[in-house]
């Protein structure tokens, strides 16, 4: 009966850390810096909880009487009479802390009706270590009050993994966007007011519809129009691809495969990069139409139609990755039978395979346009003068007249329209679900494709190809060239300018680029075990474990997809600027942001193998007397192998080559290597931004393939695993689904 | 700590539903200690959900599980006295057999956990195995390794769930005989679950028949089979034909019964006179081409299978299901038959005990 009280005493001493050692309050300088040491004695505000209480901190009263409360009923109650109580107390507690953490802010109440009610209070400061420690000690009287009520099968370990997730889903998904809806309703001294929301929401730059009369349309009505040219033509590009490399014997099909890996590698501006160099206004395919037609071309390339080519070079290898899955999914006995029932190959592809493949079409369509949507990188660099909601939302930030509550207002304009698109999906799907992957053996063949379908199709993923391959060979070309457009000598400058390094006086890195270079990877590597985590946990407990309210757990994860980087950006800002939680300007809102924005995919992954797995195997190991904890360790985590290191690397990369939110969360001291490479173009500085690039590039290549050849050795000396699905591929059709 | 319980399991008023279907509404029972009880029934009436929450793999939604003495209702499922032996047998494939027997008593902090391993692995005959992946070996013998890891930590209750059903009929043969010898030799409780009436007969000292989350009869295998508590029960336990009949009168331990004309004498079992039901086990109707005059019935269809005959008979009492071991003739479609009943093969259906 110990083990109750051990648990017990474990939350205690956690909350008597927060309470009574650590400092109550959010360190300006870092926590992790220990400079506040020094300072400790002199400085009140470095006192942990129990002297800021002493100070006159009167709302810090409630949870001492709690936390002395379950500190009572530890010594006094047997285990099964008091579960109950102490979850309610952890409760009270948490409730308590969201309460006067939310009211109380740096300058007193954070709202007018409570400064009347109550009289003017003294202001504090954001949460610092002591408070997060004992919001941890409540987290865990929760789960070991309702463990000990017998709460899922009394499992302590399965009920604190929830009640974590659950708190951090709440606290870094859902507050950030429930605060950038707030910050929309508030004026510059954080007030209530209706003003900016009105004047944002009827301002005739996003709504107005003089296109139609030949002028230009608001930016929501062209993002939205972007996004379907976007979302049509890489689904029907993608789909080509997926038909020319499953249905035809067209040389280099195999080679075609190799696309899908390229959206993953490339930093989403690098595509829009390589079109300015290709087709701005000294790009070489300007002049030589100039040249060879006298007509003036100017900057037909910045605008709808440069990020409309350069969305579709980044899409459609997504669009093509999901499709593969979609024809390659249609069963071709279904095929052969309609060929047996009379049917040429023509009326079974229009009969039979298209309206099996619309589901699969519908899907990428959406995802087209969820992504073109999201997308800052592109519209960033091709922009001009006519941007989309992202980067307007960013310039609403940052640019002159630096308004939040557009942004707030534009931001949530965006979010309504992806997350419309995914309700749309869903709903669409749900009835439309014709599964033709049996698992019954199939021994068929897929039908060729008709010719006069093969050779046009052909003709344009041959020319789309070169295409892709030409811009990509620019990016690596681009680099070594002097100044683009005028000066065409081969030169090594740019690298050097970026990663020079020097040996007089000791080695150091003097190149320009080595700072961002060195934060990026970084903070790469700390998120990517710690999303791999998070990502496998969540799916542990959604496959494996029957909590209230999962359902809403999984679909709040799956809904996240659908969430713009920038509206997280900007939601992060928003939330995490101000008491109680202050993170903007450290590496930590980095982290957490790549953490929670990449989770997802780990999710997916992570239920996918997990499904897999015999649930007797759980089941065996805890009746051969191992807890949860152990179980996870030796039988889950090893059989998961493939997976969790998927997630790493997967993670690892987005965190490279993420832009949209980071460019909100970025600061001098943590610049990322994204945001560098964005500001080099902004002023112009194309070759180095391009050098750089293609550095990224070349790592990430590098991290996959090294990933690639560790995964493929393991597999050789134990074929007979049970998880045998090529995870890195798997994980790429999950992301893309 | 030996207790005067050790290896009892009880269920008091236990009660379990998953939100609205209600899987067992209200079940006591007592497994006593060193038995092997079987519980049978068809799918899904309940008796995996039984096991598993002996195993702490389910919560009871009412009432309370007691092992040895010790209320276990709210004890996760490593800290209880058991082990289990799971129908896909769930050894771990990233495990050698050897490191699959020892993770138990690894988990339960055993120094000696190796030397114990390879004590499990000779009870079975695989010490040969050991550093073998499981899915380098048979079906039979993986199911041993299963029953090896279960067995070396000497739990309280063995919990067996279908253990056999992966297994072909000869094998199946073989091993439950096995696990049946074990048992005995080490005398410890063993809950077992299967839906194989035959299984169940031979492996066990109790068998317990459920129905819809029910018990619907508790007994020996011998009392099951010759006193069917129910329709359902002399139809479960060795397909029986069930037939309605009259008792005229009762002397002490014997029942005149009479089916249409012919008349038989039974043991009786607190029956009353009147009408009530019994069990024809197929193979104690007898069929006669010659003899007419009493029962008779027709032919209605007939299959050959080596060392019998089985035949649908259409009669007045219905359509009766027979097994004939005269195997020298075949009785043609259509035939008119007289029928007749062995008595040993005729049980009375209900009563009290």
């Known amino acids: 009966m110990t083990n109750e009280n051990r648990r017990l005493d474990l939350a205690l001493i956690c909350g008597v850390l927060g309470l009574f050692i650590l400092p109550w309050f959010h360190i300006r300088s870092g926590f992790f810096g220990g400079e506040w040491i020094h300072d400790l004695l002199s400085n009140p505000r470095y006192w942990p909880g129990f002297f800021q209480l002493y100070l006159g901190k009167l709302q810090l009263l409630p949870v001492f009487a709690l936390v002395g409360t379950v500190g009572f009923l530890r010594q006094k109650a047997a285990p099964g009479r008091r579960g109950s109580l102490i979850a309610m107390i952890g409760a009270m507690g948490l409730a308590w802390m969201v309460i006067q953490g939310l009211s109380i802010g740096l300058r007193g109440w954070n709202w007018d009706l409570l400064t009347a009610t109550f009289g003017s209070i003294e202001g504090q400061p954001a949460f610092g270590a002591g ?90 009505w062209r ?97 093509f990755l999901v499709l593969v899955g979609v024809v390659e999914g249609i069963s071709p006995s279904l095929e052969e039978a309609s060929q047996t029932m009379r049917s040429g190959r023509w009326r079974t592809f229009r009969k039979v395979s298209l309206p099996l493949m619309a589901p699969g079409l519908a899907n990428a369509f959406l995802i087209g346009f969820i992504e073109s949507m999201a997308d800052f990188g592109n519209p960033m660099v091709l922009g001009g003068n006519g941007g989309v909601l992202s980067t307007e939302i960013f310039f609403a930030v940052v640019g002159a007249q630096s308004d939040p509550s557009r942004a707030a207002v534009l931001a949530t304009i965006l979010l309504i329209f992806t997350l419309s698109a995914f309700f749309a999906q869903r709903v669409w799907l749900g009835k439309r679900n014709f599964a033709t992957v049996t698992g019954k053996g199939d021994g068929g063949r897929y039908a060729k494709l008709p010719k006069r379908i093969a050779i046009p199709v052909g003709t344009v993923v041959a020319f789309w190809s070169l295409f892709t391959v030409a811009v990509y060979g620019l990016i690596l070309f681009g680099g070594f060239v002097k100044v683009w457009g005028l000066d065409h000598s081969v030169t090594l400058d740019h690298y050097i300018t970026a990663f020079a390094v020097s040996f007089e006086g000791g080695f150091s890195f003097t190149g320009v680029a080595w700072n961002s270079f060195w934060t990026t990877m970084w903070i790469a590597l700390a998120a990517a075990p710690l999303t791999a985590a998070v990502g496998i946990l969540s799916a542990w407990l959604i496959v494996r474990q029957d909590f209230p309210g999962k359902s809403a757990f999984e679909f709040g994860l799956m809904m996240s997809f659908a969430i713009p980087g920038t509206v997280i950006g900007i939601s992060y800002i928003l939330a995490f600027n101000l008491p109680p939680l202050q993170m903007t300007g450290t590496a930590l809102i980095l982290i957490f942001c790549f953490v929670f924005r990449n989770m997802p995919v780990g999710v997916r992954g992570g239920v996918a193998a997990m499904s897999q797995l015999d649930k007797n195997l759980d089941e065996a190991s805890l009746t051969l007397g191992a807890n949860s904890a152990r179980t996870l360790k030796k039988v889950i985590l090893p059989l998961l192998r493939p997976a969790i290191q998927a997630a790493l690397v997967y993670s690892f990369v987005r965190a490279i080559t993420s832009i949209s939110a980071v460019i909100f969360l970025v600061s001098a ?36 393939v090294g990933f690639q050849l560790i995964v493929g050795e393991r597999k050789l000396r134990r074929p007979e695993n049970k998880t045998k699905k090529s995870p890195r591929e798997g994980k790429l059709k999950e992301v893309a689904a | 700590m030996t207790h005067l319980n050790f290896g009892q399991v009880r269920f008091e008023n236990v009660g379990k539903n998953y939100g609205d279907f209600t899987a067992i509404p209200d079940l006591n029972l007592v497994i006593e200690p060193g038995q092997l009880v079987t519980l049978l029934g068809p799918s899904g009436c309940g008796k995996t959900t039984t096991l598993r929450m002996i195993a702490g793999l389910e919560t009871p939604t009412s009432g309370r599980i007691m092992i040895g003495g010790q209320d276990v209702t709210r004890l996760p499922p490593n800290e209880r006295d058991v082990s289990m032996v799971f129908q896909s047998y769930a050894l771990f494939p990233h495990m050698s057999v050897l490191e699959n027997v020892k993770y138990g008593l690894e988990s339960s902090g055993l120094k ?142 014997s029942a005149h019964i009479a089916i249409g004309d012919a008349k038989y004498l039974l043991r009786n079992r607190n029956h009353s006179v009147g009408k009530a039901k019994l069990a024809a086990r197929a193979n104690s109707i007898k069929l006669n081409k010659e003899n007419t005059t009493g029962l008779t019935g027709k032919i209605k269809s007939a299959a050959y299978l080596g060392d019998h005959f089985q035949y649908e008979v259409l009669s007045d009492l219905g359509d009766l299901f027979v097994i004939d071991n005269e195997t020298n003739h075949q009785l043609e479609n259509g035939t008119t038959v007289g029928i007749d009943f062995d008595v040993r093969g005729l049980a009375l259906i209900g009563g009290k005990k």
């Open chain 1, 131 to 220: 408070a997060i420690f004992l919001l941890l000690s409540f987290a865990g009287f929760i789960s070991f009050g309702l463990a000990e009520k017998g709460a899922l099968k009394g499992d302590a370990i399965v009920l604190s993994a929830v009640t974590l997730l659950i708190l951090l889903v709440v606290t870094f998904v859902f507050y950030p966007i429930l605060s950038m809806f707030a910050g929309a309703f508030q004026d510059f001294r954080g007030n209530f007011t209706t003003e900016g929301v009105m004047r944002n929401i009827t301002d005739p730059q996003i709504w107005k519809l003089s296109c139609l009369a030949g002028g230009s349309c608001g930016i929501a």
């Open chain 1, 223 to 319: 993002t939205m129009f972007l996004a379907i040219c976007t979302a049509a033509g890489s689904t029907t590009l993608g789909l080509a691809f997926a038909l020319i490399v499953t249905r035809t014997n067209m040389p280099f099909r195999k080679g075609l495969r190799l696309l899908s890996i390229l959206p993953i590698i490339t930093p989403p501006f690098v595509i829009g990069l390589a079109l300015t160099l290709m087709m701005g206004r000294t790009g070489f395919v300007t002049e030589s139409i100039e040249a060879a037609t006298g007509l003036e071309l100017g900057r037909w390339i910045y605008g709808l139609p440069g990020i409309w080519l350069a969305q579709m070079l980044s899409f459609t290898p997504i669009s």
């Open chain 1, 669 to 704: 001291k943590y610049n990322m290597a994204t945001a560098y490479v964005v500001g080099l173009v902004e002023n112009g500085e194309y070759g180095v931004a391009i050098a750089y690039s293609s550095v990224l590039i070349f790592v990430m290549i590098t991290v996959i």
């Open chain 2, 112 to 253: 000696n956990a190796e030397e114990l391993a390879f004590k499990g692995l000779d009870l079975v005959g695989l010490r040969e195995k050991a550093p073998r992946l499981p899915s380098e070996l048979s079906g039979g013998q993986q199911q041993r390794v299963a029953v090896a890891r279960a067995l070396v930590l000497e739990p309280q209750v063995l919990l067996l769930d279908e253990p056999l059903s992966n297994l072909d009929a000869r094998l199946r043969r073989l091993v439950r005989t096995e696990i049946r010898e074990i048992q005995q030799r080490l005398d410890f409780t063993a809950v077992y679950v299967t839906h194989d009436q035959e299984e169940a007969l031979a492996v066990s000292d109790r068998i317990v028949v459920m129905r819809d989350g029910r018990i619907e009869q508790d007994g020996t295998p011998f009392e099951l089979y010759e006193s069917p508590a129910s329709e359902f029960i002399a139809d479960f336990i060795g397909e029986a034909n069930i037939l309605d009949c009259d008792i005229s009168s009762i002397v002490e331990d």
